[in-house]
């Protein structure tokens, strides 16, 4: 291991700081012409990722508006056909009540023919 003494540290210190300085100072400003390049293809991406964000958020209101169109239609389809069973059901109680009706007048009569 080499020792270095307090004026080689002190030097590579400033090398180092003076190497940092002169990257930073090769940077293109905000002026240049690769910089606003680079600026409008990310604002090109930006823009196109938002139209495509938009695009699937109509997407999805529109899948939804149908499903939600599509319950709606099974709801009054199963309402009608819930009336239509209890209109049946309606008929078929009254025709048994009026054949009970029947069967007892019957009875009745065949009980006052007997008598």
């Given at each position: 291991?080499?020792?270095?003494?307090?004026?080689?540290?002190?030097?590579?210190?400033?090398?180092?700081?003076?190497?940092?300085?002169?990257?930073?100072?090769?940077?293109?400003?905000?002026?240049?012409?690769?910089?606003?390049e680079?600026?409008?293809?990310?604002?090109?991406?930006?823009?196109?990722?938002?139209?495509?964000?938009?695009?699937?958020?109509?997407?999805?209101?529109?899948?939804?508006?149908?499903?939600?169109?599509?319950?709606?239609?099974?709801?009054?389809?199963?309402?009608?056909?819930?009336?239509?069973?209890?209109a049946?059901?309606?008929?078929?109680?009254?025709?048994?009540?009026?054949?009970?009706?029947?069967?007892?007048?019957?009875?009745?009569?065949?009980?006052?023919?007997?008598?």
């Amino acid at each position: 291991m080499k020792h270095q003494d307090l004026g080689e540290r002190l030097s590579a210190a400033r090398n180092a700081k003076q190497a940092m300085a002169a990257k930073f100072r090769q940077r293109p400003g905000s002026d240049d012409p690769a910089v606003a390049e680079r600026r409008a293809a990310r604002a090109a991406v930006s823009a196109a990722r938002e139209a495509r964000m938009a695009e699937r958020e109509t997407v999805r209101l529109a899948e939804n508006a149908r499903i939600a169109s599509e319950r709606e239609a099974h709801a009054v389809e199963q309402a009608e056909q819930e009336k239509r069973m209890a209109a049946e059901k309606e008929a078929g109680d009254a025709r048994l009540e009026a054949e009970r009706k029947a069967a007892r007048d019957a009875r009745y009569a065949a009980r006052k023919a007997r008598k």
